[in-house]
Structures are given as structure tokens and as C-alpha cells.
């Protein structure tokens, strides 16, 4: 069973920047979309960034612009750069594929990230 293990989170001032990492115990993202969603207290985690096979990005409305997708197959590991970050964007951040479905209902522990003055 491939393992997700998501850091770089923290607490950040409004239109501050971090950069998330998953690191993957396998090449599962060499052969699938990778993903990240966020979860809210209440909601339902929401895809907000993937990145195919080719390196095509895409982005849900509220991030377009703000947040970039990468990866690196050597390493097995998939970035979320997110800069001008607002408080709305505060919730945990998870990776996984895309649909998340191909790991059978798998989460790694995510990482929060907190935007507050």
C-alpha cells in the first residue's frame, strides 16, 4: 500500500506564501493525475490543483492564479506553491490521484494551513 505524506503547512499572514509538499512511498504519481483537495471543518474535501502525466495543470476558480501544481518523478513528491493566500483558504491540505478513488478511499494525515492575521 503506497503511503502520502503531506507537510509544509503553518500558520501565515493574509497575502503570505507556502509551499506544500507530498512525498509518495512509491511512484504512484508516475502513472496517475496527482491531486491536492482541502478540507474545511463540516465539508467535504475539494480538489483545488492537478497536474497530469503531460505536467497540464488545472486549477479550481478560488485559487486560479494563486496556486501552482508541480512535481518531480524522481522523487515521487508533488508541490503546491501557494502565494497570496486569504483566510478562506485556511483547512488541511491533502494529496492524492485524481480521482482520488484509485487508492481505494487511502488519505495520508494532510497538512493544515492556517491564513490569519
Known amino acids: 500500500q503506497v503511503q502520502l505524506v503531506e507537510s509544509g503547512g503553518g500558520l501565515v499572514q493574509p497575502g503570505g506564501s507556502l509551499r506544500l509538499s507530498c512525498a509518495a512511498s512509491g511512484p504512484i504519481f508516475r502513472f496517475n493525475v496527482a491531486g491536492w483537495y482541502r478540507q474545511t471543518p463540516g465539508n467535504q474535501r475539494a480538489l483545488v490543483a492537478r497536474i497530469t502525466l503531460d505536467d497540464i495543470t488545472a486549477y479550481a476558480d478560488s485559487v486560479k492564479g494563486r496556486f501552482t501544481v508541480s512535481r518531480d518523478f524522481a522523487k515521487n513528491t508533488v508541490y503546491l506553491q501557494m502565494d497570496s493566500l486569504k483566510p478562506e483558504d485556511t483547512a488541511v491540505y491533502y494529496c492524492?490521484?485524481?480521482?482520488?478513488?484509485?487508492?481505494?478511499?487511502?488519505w495520508g494525515q494532510g497538512t493544515q494551513v492556517t491564513v490569519s492575521s
Open positions: 492524492n490521484t485524481v480521482p482520488y478513488t484509485t487508492l481505494k478511499g487511502y
